[in-house]
Nanobody, 115 residues
């Protein structure tokens, strides 16, 4: 079981940037792919994108492609989500998790984008 702690959220104006971090416990971080997810108010949690175990491969949903970048530092057991050109519709609680086999969710980090 991996424990996940997300951080880095906040309030930002449209067009701004934020960098989220997700710290994972355990010694096997580099053995699994990681994904970022988000849940907007009144909506179901959705997949944003993912990164392979080594970090050499990434995938993004169309809604964030070209604006968001996922990276990881296996030495620090941390995965990052760099978010640029933020839009009000990016407002959500952001989570990370192992993929494809999810572990328990962390508390998430709130991102609010004002127009």
């Amino acid at each position: 079981q991996v424990q996940l702690v997300e951080s880095g959220g906040g309030l930002v104006q449209a067009g701004g940037s934020l960098r989220l971090s997700c710290a994972a416990s355990g010694r096997t971080f580099s053995s699994y792919a990681m994904g970022w997810f988000r849940q907007a108010p009144g909506k179901e949690r959705e997949f944003v994108g993912g990164i392979s175990r080594s970090g050499s491969s990434t995938y993004y949903e169309d809604s964030v492609k070209g604006r968001f970048t996922i990276s990881r530092d296996n030495a620090k057991n941390t995965v990052y989500l760099q978010m640029n050109s933020l839009k009000p519709e990016d407002t959500a609680v952001y989570y990370c998790n192992k993929i494809p086999n999810l572990d328990d969710w962390g508390q998430g980090t709130q991102v609010t984008v004002s127009s």
